[in-house]
């Protein structure tokens, strides 16, 4: 029986992508806004209900770049019963359309995100709560779904499926 421990060096050895270190910043930055409201809640019996506006914000943020980080790591939410049981020639079509759609989506969102921000920046649209521009924060969507395709991309042409 050997006491040697398994190596885990694959593991530690990849460094963190852009995304996975955003995403630890981002939730950091919940963690902290929302202790922040439990103790103000706690101590003094009232909340800072404005901070809602930030988290709701960040939590976009953080939707975008962990599903960049499951394309990254080709580890995205799929079913793939039916397409495993085609020819190899009708398994790679069905990877490519795969491909196609979800880059499509992010495109389609990265559009009109992109004309509800300029509306919102033109209309000087503000925030309910805090009454900043209303652009602050809906601005990160349309750059983060550009931020997406191209990740998209860049994991096809590497050859990752």
Do not use: C
């Not at 069905?94 to 969102?109: E, G, K, P, R, Y």
């Not at 521009?133 to 499926?161: C, D, F, S």
Request: glycine share 6%; charged share 15%; hydrophobic share 50%.
């Amino acid at each position: 029986m050997s006491t040697e421990q398994p190596s885990h060096e694959s593991e530690t050895s990849v460094p963190y992508t852009i995304e996975q270190i955003l995403s630890g910043i981002v939730m950091g930055l919940i963690v902290l806004i929302t202790f922040g409201n439990v103790l103000a809640r706690y101590f003094t019996s009232q909340s800072f209900a404005a901070t809602e506006e930030f988290s709701i914000a960040l939590l976009i943020v953080l939707s975008f770049l962990g599903s960049s980080a499951a394309f990254a790591f080709d580890r995205h939410i799929r079913v793939d019963f039916f397409v495993g049981k085609l020819p190899p020639g009708a398994r790679a079509f069905a990877d490519w359309l795969s491909f196609a759609v979800t880059a499509s989506l992010f495109a389609f969102i990265a559009f009109y995100a992109g004309k509800l921000t300029w509306d919102q920046y033109r209309f000087e649209e503000t925030s309910p709560a805090l009454g900043v521009p209303q652009w602050w924060y809906t601005v990160w969507m349309p750059v983060l779904a550009v931020a997406l395709v191209l990740r998209l991309v860049l994991t096809r042409l590497r050859g990752r499926p």
